[in-house]
């Protein structure tokens, strides 16, 4: 085995407990303010909170400590991840569509009927971003959870040049999450039922960041 490949099989558990403190003393000088959560809470049953993957980081400090589930991939980076969001409090179920994919559904769907919280990023693990697959759908129809759409923005940020221009908020930030309104999926909908219901949510999804964009001082592009 080579150097170059111990490395990439110690690295996420080398930087993942790193990134964890680094991302926990970020986020505690964060003033977080929240847009329609409060009719989101007052569902009952399982819910999915539907964020784009570059958004993640403002939703992983909002719920520490709640024990929110997600899905992390199988892959090391998935690793890392997996680390991280364990280290903010949330449960996980590991899977993608490239590795264990049908086993994390199966699974999500489970934890959904008994009345769990998922925040789920349907444009992830790769992309293309801002582009909702047809995944999150599949478990709200199986298991009657809400979908709530999300956007997510921060005043002052960095925009990591990744494919999902990962957004990382600077120090006392002022970040904003907006939540649209619920949105759920029969068990008896057809195929161009829930084709509709996926072009509205990611129209809105994409509505709603740019609510969250404008809230947070940024002009629209």
Request: charged content about 25%.
């Amino acid at each position: 085995m080579t150097l170059k490949q111990r490395w990439r099989n110690v690295r996420p558990y080398v930087l993942g407990p790193l990134i964890l403190v680094t991302a926990r003393l970020l986020g505690s000088t964060w003033r977080i303010r929240t847009v329609g959560e409060d009719k989101v809470n007052a569902l009952s049953g399982g819910r999915i909170f539907s964020g784009w993957h570059g958004r993640t980081f403002v939703a992983a400090v909002h719920y520490k400590g709640q024990g929110v589930w997600t899905i992390i991939s199988q892959s090391k980076d998935g690793d890392m991840q997996d680390i991280i969001f364990r280290g903010f409090g949330f449960k996980t179920i590991r899977g993608s569509t490239g590795r264990g994919g049908v086993k994390a559904a199966i699974a999500s769907i489970e934890v959904l009927q008994q009345g769990a919280v998922m925040a789920f990023t349907p444009d992830g693990p790769r992309g293309p971003s801002g582009v909702v697959q047809g995944g999150i759908m599949l478990m709200a129809k199986k298991s009657g959870a809400y979908i709530v759409p999300v956007g997510v923005s921060a005043d002052r940020r960095w925009l990591v040049k990744t494919w999902d221009r990962y957004m990382v908020p600077k120090p006392f930030a002022r970040c904003v999450m907006v939540f649209g309104e619920p949105l759920g999926i029969p068990r008896t909908a057809s195929e161009e039922e829930i084709e509709m219901k996926r072009l509205w949510l990611e129209d809105e999804m994409k509505r709603l960041e740019c609510e969250a964009e404008s809230l947070a001082g940024h002009t629209a592009t």
